[in-house]
């Protein structure tokens, strides 16, 4: 068991937890128009621009890289990041044959975050606001995309697991039930008040050890619940990495 303890934890130091599918660094811009005219924005002709510094003298594309992109719509735009820089900016085209640019903003210390966007004939200006809509994330397709993709990958760790160590399969329920409440949790309150997808990796591992431990305290000890959620979380943050690089373009 301590072998199995020691690859899990190598495993887990090894990979980065930035790159699996769980709530990553998000920023929503909703547009406020203050023009004659309510030009529809251009996808393909708006970028945002990541700085180093609060002058932008360092700067350079958000970029397309696995989930990390502006994504927008003819009404408005969010963006997912790896990582973002300390500041940002926007450069928007429009329908009209426009091109507006911002004012430089500073990122926020939350993995979600919301902008409201005031358009005016020659610039945007951008500042910080609350999310509109907290709970519409849960209905976005990469949402439920994670939730079944960690909760298979999850489930099957945990029945390697089982049959390594001889337990009932029972168990699995319990597996279950857990990753529906951290998925919600994590995605619907957590990911608006944290900085690090480190903490909710931490929360989703102890809360679905303690939880599967209380629900089979006569079939798993302690410490046996606590292998089981490290291995049933590093597998899905490990594969799950490599899941969301091949999906990315179907996700939104």
């Known amino acids: 068991m301590k072998k199995i303890l020691l690859l899990i934890v190598f495993a887990f130091t090894a990979l980065p937890l930035w790159a699996d599918v769980s709530p990553k660094p998000e920023m929503e811009f909703t547009f406020i ?11 393909d002709a708006s970028e945002q621009i990541q700085c180093k510094d609060n ?3 360092q700067a350079q594309p958000l970029g397309t890289y696995g989930l990390q992109k502006l994504y927008c719509t003819p009404e408005n735009c969010f963006s997912i990041a790896y990582e973002y820089d300390p500041y940002q900016k926007l450069i928007i085209g429009f329908a009209d044959g426009s091109k507006r640019e911002s ?3 500073k990122t926020p210390d939350t993995l979600r975050s919301g902008f409201k966007v005031y358009v005016d004939d020659h610039a945007l200006t951008v500042e910080p606001a609350p999310l509109e809509n907290p709970s519409s994330i849960l209905m976005r397709r990469d949402a439920w995309t994670s939730f079944i993709i960690i909760l298979v990958l999850e489930l099957a760790a945990a029945w390697a697991f089982l049959t390594y160590t001889d337990k009932s399969y029972r168990v699995l329920y319990a597996v279950a039930v857990s990753n529906i409440i951290t998925m919600f949790v994590s995605w619907r309150f957590l990911a608006a008040y944290i900085s690090e997808t480190a903490f909710l990796w931490i929360f989703c591992f102890v809360f679905e050890s303690v939880f599967i431990w209380l629900c089979n305290r006569k079939v798993l000890s302690w410490k046996e619940a606590g292998y089981l959620g490290l291995a049933a979380n590093v597998t899905s943050y490990s594969l799950g990495m490599m899941i969301s690089f091949y999906i990315a373009p179907w996700l939104f």
Do not use: G, H, K
């Open 33 to 43: 128009y203050r023009t004659a005219q309510t030009p529809r924005i251009l996808p």
């Open 55 to 57: 002058q932008c003298i």
């Open 103 to 105: 004012n430089i903003f």
